[in-house]
T-cell receptor, first 113, second 110 residues
Framework: QQQVKQSPQSLIVQKGGISIINCAYE??????FPWYQQFPGKGPALLIA?????SEKKEGRFTISFNKSAKQFSLHIMDSQPGDSATYFC????????????FGDGTTLTVKP | KAGVTQTPRYLIKTRGQQVTLSCSPI?????VSWYQQTPGQGLQFLFE???????NKGNFPGRFSGRQFSNSRSEMNVSTLELGDSALYLC?????????FGNGTRLTVT
């Protein structure tokens, strides 16, 4: 079964701290690994994504680390802010078939001021 | 550029009824996908349409169906509603790669 396993289910960090969310996938044909951020009442929105030709991608305070051999990838949020409090989903798919993405179960992040 | 628009935002239906949800993708996006989001199951893929053809299908019963029109707008239909169909239904459009989601239709089945 093509699953994406995400952990932890929930995460509480202090303002200024580092938030780390992990995902593991099974299908070696996957070559597109995005992270989506979802606020209550809204649909998920793309946060950052990585292709397997690189091991790390950084955009501002957000970094994806990718380990192809372990079939794992993670999201790091540096200097976490209360405005980062949201639900985060990892996903995996083929780049040319991203319409059929497999999502992790989500992580609810709470950043305390 | 306008985002993905889903209508209606909220629906309340009775068990056994049917429902139709609508999605207007971002202009130029020919792929439209539908996902069911529930607290217990996360985001589950329903189906994807590309140029009016169903390109992919998830593991949902035949009560769930969809279609795409020549202008890329898409509809999904659920017949013979069950209590377990209560969920947020999300539509997403894309070229390749990133999915662009609408804000969903919240369906409640009583």
């Amino acid at each position: 079964q093509q699953q994406v396993k995400q952990s932890p289910q929930s995460l509480i960090v202090q303002k200024g701290g580092i938030s780390i969310i992990n995902c593991a996938y099974e299908n070696t044909a996957f070559d597109y690994f995005p992270w989506y951020q979802q606020f209550p009442g809204k649909g998920p929105a793309l946060l950052i994504a990585i292709r397997p030709d690189v091991s790390e991608k950084k955009e501002g305070r957000f970094t994806i680390s990718f380990n192809k051999s372990a079939k794992q990838f993670s999201l790091h949020i540096m200097d976490s802010q209360p405005g980062d409090s949201a639900t985060y989903f990892c996903a995996a798919s083929m780049w040319t078939n991203a319409g059929k993405s497999t999502f992790g179960d989500g992580t609810t992040l709470t950043v305390k001021p | 550029k306008a985002g993905v628009t889903q209508t209606p935002r909220y629906l309340i239906k009775t068990r056994g009824q049917q429902v139709t949800l609508s999605c207007s993708p971002i202009s130029g996006h020919r792929s439209v996908s539908w996902y069911q989001q529930t607290p217990g199951q996360g985001l589950q893929f329903l189906f994807e349409y590309f140029s009016e053809t169903q390109r992919n299908k998830g593991n949902f019963p035949g009560r769930f169906s969809g279609r795409q029109f020549s202008n890329s707008r898409s509809e999904m239909n659920v017949s013979t509603l069950e209590l377990g169909d209560s969920a947020l239904y999300l539509c997403a459009s894309s070229l390749d790669g990133p999915l662009h989601f609408g804000n969903g239709t919240r369906l409640t089945v009583t």
